[in-house]
Structure formats: C-alpha cells, structure tokens
C-alpha cells in the first residue's frame, strides 16, 4: 500500500487490517505499542552468569564469600555457581533459609531471651514463621519451577472468615462477606441517590450517570428504590437446601451508621494490594522447601553453618574475612569477592574498613519486629464448626491476623497463626515467655471462636523475630527515607570488592522476591566487574 494511503488509514481502520492479516493476537499487541491496550508486564530482565562468558576473555572465575545463608546469600551463591564461580556461604545458624523458617515437631529455638522452645508439631504439621505466601507475579515461583519446588494456593482472602472487633454487638464475629455486602451495599447507596439527585451531574455527562447508576446498582445489589436493605450477599443462617427450603437470609441488617462506626471497611484495602491479591501461592509442604532446593543446588559442601564472621577487609586485589566456626574456633579466609547478604543492622557490627558512607546507609537501615503463633490443634473445627477453610480472620486485638492453614484440608489436626503481629505489639509479646504467650493468644482468640480454641489446642511454638540470634529483625524500615535515596548509593552501586545483597535493597522488603532481585543485581555487577578486569 503507497505511504500516502497508509497515513489516510485511520486508527481503527489500520487496526482492523491488522487483525484480519495478523489475527487478534498480533492486533492486540498492536494495541498495546499505541497505548489502546495494556502491555502485559514481565519480571527484571536477567542474564544469569555463564562459563561461556569466560571463554572469550582469557579468565577465569574467581572466588565469592556470600555473608549469609538466606534467601538473597543462597540465590547469588547458585546463580554464580552457574558460571562455575568458587563460593563459600558463610552461615551463623544451624540451617539455610534466614527468615524463611518452617517450624516443624523438633525443631528448637532459643531467642535472646533466653527463651528456649522444642516444637511439638505432629508429622506433616507445621508453621511458616517467617514468609508464608507467594504472588504469582514474582519471581520466586520462577525459581520455584527452576528447582522442583511443588506449589499450592495459599488462600490470602476467604469470604467466609471472619472479622472480629471489640465493639461488636454481643462481641460476635462478622463473617467477611457479610462485612462487604453492607459496606458496599451502604457506600452503593449513597452514590446512587446522590446521582440521582444530580450531585454529580456537573461531573459526569447523562450517558455517564446511566452507566454509574447500573453500576452501583449491581456493586451494592441495590433494589428498585436505590435502597440496601440486605440480600443472600451477606450470607444465610439457613442454607438453601431442597425443594421447598429456599433457605433463610441473615437478617438484622445495621444501619449505615452503625456499619461504617464498626471500621470492618478498613479491611477491605489489604486484597486490593498488588502484593497481596488472589492468588498467591506457598510450596506444598512449608516454604522452606526452597532454600532446600537452593542448598541442593548450590551443593552442601559449598556452605558453612554455624559459622560467624566477624570482620571484613577489602584492598585493591581481593577481600579478607575472619569467623568463628560452631566451636568457637577463629578462621580466616580470602576472596576476589564477597557478597554481604547479612542484615544491615548487624553487617554494621563487623570490624571492617568499608567507609563512613557504607557506614550512614547501613545505620539508616532500622530493624522491625514481627510475631507468630502456631498453635496446633487435634481436630479440625474451624473446618467443621465454622466451614472457613484458609483464608485470614481480621482482629482489632494483640493477634491482628488469625491464619487458618491452606493445606491438610480434612485432615485430623491442623495448625492455626494464632497472631501475626508487628511493631510495639510485637515487641511486647516477645518480652514475654512462650506459655505466656500462648495464655494469651488463646484467650483472645476464644473470643472469636468459643470454647474449642481453647479445649482443642495440642501444642504451640512462637517467635518474636527481633529476639531471633543472628536475624534480629522481621523486615527493615528505611527511617523517613526510601531505597531510591542517595543515602544507600554505596550499597546500591558499591565502588569495591565487596557488594550488598538483601530484600532490604529492593523495593519489595520483606518479600523474598525482593531478596531475589537485590541478589541479582549483586551477582550481574560482581560478574561484569569480573570480566572487565
């Protein structure tokens, strides 16, 4: 077709030649390069390190020591190991994984309290008391699928769980899909009338407000009368069953005062979150399973445990590092490069000669502290007596969160998260012992569920993850400023032998996936520093 006649085709037409000689995928993404459709996104870019990428430079690898065993350590670890890289994992604890932490029957704890626990889980029982789910956009998964790792749904939201409130009537639960239909149902309402009675029509054009009142008529399951007046949204207290047993709505529907004076609407936000929406995922059989795989991969004999550094020294020709091995007896070791994958709280208790300005951003990097229960009962009766199967029950008290187990459906026993909690209320539980906590958790809970949160229980383990040796922190906070800060620059983009790697610096703290992300970044910058030598 001549230029002249291409630039006389009109948007829509050009698009329609598309589809007909391409088909409505090659249209689609045609949309998208013109901005009519959105572009699907995809994860970082990454080119792991290769040993080809050697064969050309007449080098060699060289020689890594990773600080720390957790997820960030243990991916730069196996991702340098691909290009055949010589790297020693130095470990302070027992096991890989860092914060990634299943707690199954056996294993021990012993915080900084002084506080000593053995779980008592039954096989095939266990918590995860550190990170727990996984958004199908990050890429963990990715290396979940790499390395084996089975995953299941996690079940983040469940209509059926419930929201418990001090200041409910009777101090009763509200189921959360019940919470949903009034508040939207009220909020429904209230716009509707308020566009009809054209409030908003110097906003909205007639066609608009057409669509709007559709709209908020479905959202809020509205009756002819713009009225809520409850519907089957909210639930049933007798199912529809039978012929001739339609089943019996929930009745007593509050008034929108009462409902937007209850805060259940404060919840809502939590599934709306790019990090939190359905679905999301775990391994199948705790998530630990993937610094297990990780370890596997990288190779065992590749890893120290129990060994604790405890200075750093850099030169222009390589890197010192000094520890104590699990019998207390002092090492050193050397390295053309190290990458520290230790929380920055406690990298800055090295003896090291990084600098004043890797010294500010690593202080400007504060600690934060989280908690958990898990509390394991002899029969499932959250399942049978309150049909919640997964899903978070959403508190205004100490437990905050209560996690029902997305895995062992039918089972004979389970393991709940009695509380999840953060800041000052977590620290408050970890001065506390583990019975006294339990005490504690059980009788808050027994409030939202009777008597069998109490009578049912079997066992419990907790952490408080600011009192864990050698982690001392659930997730870091960046003290007012934010990780594109200046401040961090000599983390981000370190001028020497030695590179920072941690969920602390990346966007997604907390997260594994950022943890993921920041160890790749280290291990792309040591790898082409390392051919360009």
């Known amino acids: 077709m001549p230029e002249q006649s291409i630039a006389q085709l009109s948007r829509r037409s050009f698009l329609r030649a598309v589809g007909v000689t ?4 090659t249209m689609f993404a045609t949309m998208g390069a013109l901005g009519l459709a959105p572009a699907s996104a995809a994860p970082p870019p990454f080119d792991p390190p290769k040993a080809s990428d050697f064969h050309l430079t007449g080098r060699r690898p060289g020689t890594v020591i990773v600080l720390g065993g957790g997820i960030a350590g243990l991916v730069s670890a196996y991702e340098l190991g691909k290009a055949g890289y010589r790297v020693t994992v130095l470990e302070p604890r027992d096991r890989t994984g860092g914060r990634n932490f299943t707690v199954r029957g056996g294993d021990t704890l012993t915080d900084l309290h002084g506080f000593a626990q053995r779980a008592r889980f039954s096989k095939g029982q266990y918590m995860n008391a550190g990170p727990a789910r996984i958004a199908q956009w990050m890429v ?3 290396y979940c699928r790499e390395l084996g790792v089975p995953i299941e749904v996690f079940t983040n939201s469940n209509a059926d769980a419930y929201i418990y409130h001090s200041s409910m009537p009777a101090g009763q639960p509200m189921r959360y899909r019940t919470a949903k ?4 149902g009220y909020v429904s309402e209230l716009l509707a009338k308020a566009t009809d009675q054209g409030a908003l029509d110097a906003e909205l054009t007639a066609e608009d407000r057409e669509r709007l009142m559709e709209f908020l008529t479905d959202f809020g399951d509205l009756g002819e009368t713009l009225e809520y007046t409850g519907s089957s949204r909210r ?10 047993a339609p089943g019996e ?3 007593d529907v509050p008034s929108a005062s009462a ?6 609407g404060r919840h809502f936000s939590f599934e709306f979150e790019f990090d939190q929406a359905m679905l999301m995922f775990q391994p199948v059989g705790g998530m630990d399973r993937l610094p297990r795989a990780l370890t596997r991969a990288i190779g065992p004999q590749k890893i120290k445990l129990g060994c604790r550094a405890t200075s750093l020294t850099q030169s222009a020709s390589g890197v ?3 520890y104590t091995d699990a019998a207390g007896c002092a090492h050193l070791t050397t390295a053309d490069y190290v990458i520290a994958a230790m929380p920055p709280h406690l990298l800055t208790g090295l003896t090291h000669n990084l600098g004043a300005d890797v010294v500010a951003a690593l202080t400007a990097i504060r600690p934060s502290s989280a908690g958990k229960i898990g509390l394991e009962y002899r029969s499932r009766w959250w399942e049978t007596d309150h049909r919640i199967y997964g899903g978070i029950t959403e508190t205004d008290l100490d437990l905050v ?10 089972g004979d026993r389970g393991v709940m998260i009695g509380y999840y909690h953060y800041g000052a209320t977590a620290d408050r539980y970890s001065a506390m012992s583990p019975k006294d906590r339990e005490t504690t958790a059980v009788a808050l809970g027994e409030r939202i569920y009777g008597a069998k949160y109490r009578t049912e229980l079997d066992s419990s383990f907790s952490i408080a993850w600011r009192e864990v040796p050698h982690l001392e922190a659930a997730w870091h906070s960046f003290a007012g400023n934010s990780p594109q800060s200046p401040i961090f620059k000599p983390l981000v983009e370190p001028a020497g032998r030695v590179l920072f790697a941690g969920d602390w610096l990346s966007n997604m703290d907390a997260w594994q996936h950022g943890a993921i992300l920041a160890a790749r970044k280290a291990v792309t910058t040591l790898h082409a520093r390392a051919l360009a030598r």
């Open 259 to 264: 409902v937007f004076a209850s805060g259940v």
């Open 181 to 184: 239909a009034d508040t939207f």
């Open 249 to 251: 709505i929930l009745g």
């Open 320 to 322: 010192s590092v000094t």
């Open 401 to 410: 969160h209560v996690w029902h187990p997305s895995y062992g459906y039918h």
């Open 22 to 25: 391409g088909g409505a995928g």
């Open 235 to 244: 639930g049933f207290t007798a199912w529809p069953g039978e012929s001739g």
């Open 140 to 142: 963990t998964l990715d």
